[in-house]
């Protein structure tokens, strides 16, 4: 006996991940649409090469945020209160953009051109 539709669906729309997918696409074209938008100060003849660097390092940003962001409105906001998920949006992208520029600083590289 096969299961049913609605109880795999009830199974994935439980615990921790739940929305995992929508909330990893919408970072990750916010990631991809925020890096592709950074500017390029040096090395012009380069430009479409650092343009696809930035894209990738903001897809990595997005996927980053969206497991951050996925997490901390599954753990605590369980019943969607939108101040609430607000706040979580907010703080991820904060947290994450402290993370990634900590982490740039630390291989010398500086996120502030």
């Known amino acids: 006996m ?3 539709t609605q ?3 009830s199974q994935e729309d439980k615990g921790p991940w739940k929305l ?3 909330y ?3 970072w990750l074209i ?3 649409i925020a890096g ?3 500017p390029v100060y040096e090395s012009m003849e380069l430009f479409w090469v650092q343009k696809l660097i930035q894209m990738f390092g903001g897809l990595l940003f997005g996927f980053s945020c969206a497991i951050v962001f996925t997490l901390g409105q599954n753990i605590l906001n369980v019943q969607r209160a939108r101040w609430k998920s607000w706040t979580v949006l907010l703080t991820t992208w904060m947290g994450m953009k402290f993370v990634f ?3 740039m600083l630390l291989f010398g590289v500086s996120p502030f051109q």
């Open 101 to 103: 520029a900590g982490v």
């Open 36 to 38: 592709v938008l950074q």
């Open 7 to 9: 109880a795999i669906q």
């Open 2 to 4: 096969e299961p049913t």
């Open 20 to 22: 995992w997918r929508v």
């Open 24 to 26: 990893l696409v919408r």
């Open 30 to 32: 916010f990631g991809a």
